[in-house]
């Protein structure tokens, strides 16, 4: 049916702040949101920084009473759709209730599992609470539409790192084939643990620049050498063009393309043909030539393999288009938030085609034969971007690209 989807609504939980304006702020302004982990002590594992989501107090967005039995990713999760709703004036229609929520996690309740696998060594199975099964992926969807009482489509999307790209491209395919009007979509993570960090640190694959928290992600740097774990959660709202008109909403931009594929080749290593094919498929849904695409959103996690290969994947797919199209990662000054980053970088896609701004790739300073794109090194750049372009390369080889471009009638 090829019906229009616009972006209504933006809620944001980051580790720039709790909320869209500190975060885009953040990232325009260069500010890193990355320091020291604090939610536990590091000493025995290689890497000691992460992107924490500070002050956050989980009462203030989340007035169910069971809020002390949510593990910390669905706490974030409910917290960034409430914003979202509220942001989009969802709540004041009266079919809200028929409205849908798709949610991507990668890691689920790592908080709980935690304290549930520590009192079942040490005191036996008598001891687990059965809050564990808490722990599960689907509590954040869950728990959005209790909390905010939206009975329509619900579901979880688990693809690693692509997670909340996959979970909006769905959302985007079900109004666009009009089989929904409006749906919550995004992710949420909370993996700032020891389990997580003694996982991606047994595959060499976080940041050791311990003495420098705010440096340690670097994307495309040639001295990068890791990923830094972060938490957060980004969730926006869908909705058909009609609709939204009908109603007034503000419209910040529009969702035209989504496209997914495999590697099948590696768990961990990067294989172009997989997001090569996905990019490919995103510009075909959107209706966009390469030579039209004014901003790409880099998976760039900070990794000598990732960002080396997406370099390779983007000059593929626009040719020479690659070398005057800007590139940047904004996992730069967020880290990586594994299943919510995609949702979190389509949100800074989306505002960076309504306010014509490209937010930069910070701690850019010595270049990587490599990679030899133009990577808004350091500093904002104001441009016109008409077409933006989000990119999410998981572990497992799933690969989600999402379009936006400006609204127009």
Partial sequence: MNKRVVVTGIGIVSPLGLNVQSFWEGLIQGKSGIGHVTRFNPKDLSSHVAGEVKDFNPKEYIKNTSVRWMDRFTQLGVAAARMAGEDARIFELPDYVDYGVIIGNGAGGLDILMEMGKSFIEEGPAFISPSSALAMGNMASGNIAIELGLQGINYTLNSACASSSHAIGNAFESIRNGLEEVVFAGGTEAPISKMAFGTFGALNALSRRNDSPAEASRPFDANRDGFVLSEGACVVVL????????????????????????DAY??????????????????????????????????????????????????????????????SSIKSMIGHLLGAAGAMELAACVLSVKNDLIPPTINYVTPDPECDLDYVPNKARRAKVNVAVSNSFAFGGQNAVLVVKKFSR
């Fill in 239 to 262: 909705e058909e063009l009609s609709h939204a008109l009908e109603r007034g909403a503000t419209i910040y931009g529009e969702i035209c393309g989504y496209g997914a594929s495999a």
């Fill in 266 to 327: 590696h768990i961990t290593k990067l294989h172009i043909r997989g997001p090569m094919a996905a990019m490919e498929k995103a510009l075909q849904s959107a209706g966009v030539s390469p030579s039209e695409i004014d901003y790409i959103n880099a998976h760039g996690t900070s990794t000598v393999i990732n960002d080396s290969s997406e370099t390779t994947v983007i000059k593929h797919v626009l040719g020479e288009k690659a070398y005057d199209t800007p590139v």
